[in-house]
């Protein structure tokens, strides 16, 4: 069996790390851009333009996160904007109607900013925008107008950076992620089929796979809203999704089938038809992962294991198997089977993506 259970990208923290400091630079121009723009237009309080720069660039990396956030937060910026001038329009700078409209909006944008997360920034924004226009010194319409511009020149700096300045694209993240995921389910594999680890590592692992599968999900819907570049395919996506969950379900389903059988779980680790199976699975992941690092899974010859060999060797121990315990070896060749079907999937999804 292979020594090494896990695959790693050498090269994943260095990339990771390199975006990081990209997207700093690039977060630091756009504040010099934002700060030049408001010395020559002259905004009154220019600090709102560098401060929404921030707000919208930091913690966002890629394209998509970044432009979801802007439209957002421009939502939240126009709705916040006419309810506060609405207000100035009606009762002038009356105290009383200025705060019970700032608790009432707050309140209602409250409710927005705790919803779904994609709506989330558009409610922060907007009760903000509320209160930076009423509470500040002798509001009125044309302060209401000057800060709608600055908050809205802000998001709109910050947006043209992330898609034009050295683009960090989600698609390109999603395909690190893939690679991710694939490889945990190799370390799965091996921990739970073969190298029968204890539960508490074999539950860790399970639970960073569910976190992969979640993560590849947000990162399909930023790459969804790249404006440029290659158009995102969502439905090879979703196919390799699907195969992703098949194949960590019937490992997951294979481990307790074999936990079910007391009496032949030494024997049906020691069997070379399922020894030889266990290591075209492990091969055949790695293998996967490698070529969606390098982007060329076309270079990696696949070797998809038969699931034959596996059917011969369950109807030969089926004869010293007690008739209570068939059905768990009939689940162990089932989910096997589907582990086939999938990989050789994947390999087909993988080797034709972009």
């Not at 209160?131 to 020149?153: C, D, F, K, V, W």
Request: with cysteine; hydrophobic share 45%; net charge neutral.
């Amino acid at each position: 069996m292979t020594a090494n259970p896990s695959i790693t990208n050498p090269d994943m923290k260095t990339t990771v790390d390199n975006e990081r400091i990209i997207h700093s630079v690039k977060t630091a121009l756009a504040c010099l851009v934002g700060l030049s723009l408001a010395k020559i237009v002259h905004f009154a309080i220019d600090q709102w333009l560098i401060i929404t720069i921030v707000v919208v660039m930091c913690g966002q990396v890629n394209v998509g996160s970044v432009l979801t956030k802007s439209k957002m937060r421009f939502l939240g910026t126009l709705s916040g904007s006419l309810i506060a001038a609405l207000t100035l329009a009606m009762f002038d700078t009356n105290k009383i109607a200025a705060a019970f409209v700032i608790a009432l909006s707050s309140a209602g944008f409250s409710y927005i900013a705790t919803s779904e997360k994609s709506y989330s920034d558009a409610g922060t924004l907007g009760a903000v925008t509320v209160i930076i226009i009423l509470i500040g010194q002798n509001p009125t319409l044309y302060t209401a107008m000057h800060r709608t511009l600055e908050i809205s020149a802000g998001i709109l700096i910050a947006a043209l950076f992330s898609q034009f300045v050295l683009p960090i694209r989600a698609r390109d993240h999603l395909r690190s992620m893939q690679a991710k995921t694939i490889a945990q389910l190799r370390t799965y594999y091996h921990f739970s089929l073969i190298e029968k680890t204890d539960e508490n590592t074999i539950l860790d692992i399970d639970e960073n796979i569910v976190k992969s599968l979640a993560a590849q999900r947000k990162l399909a819907k930023e790459a969804s809203r790249e404006p440029f570049g290659m158009q995102f395919d969502a439905t090879q996506f979703n196919k390799l999704l699907r195969c992703e969950k098949e194949i960590f379900r019937g490992i997951v389903c294979m481990h307790y089938a074999c936990d079910m059988l007391p009496t032949q779980k030494n024997v049906l680790a020691n069997m070379p038809a399922i020894k030889n199976f266990h290591q075209f699975m492990l091969t055949a992941l790695e293998k996967i992962v490698a070529g969606i690092n390098s982007k060329n899974l076309a270079n990696e010859t696949v070797t998809v294991p038969s699931i034959q060999p596996l059917k011969d060797t369950i109807n030969v121990l089926r004869v010293s198997t007690h008739q209570d315990d068939l059905i768990y070896m009939d689940g162990f060749l089932f989910c096997a089977e589907i582990l086939v079907i999938q990989l050789t999937e994947l390999v087909i999804l993988t080797t034709h993506s972009k």
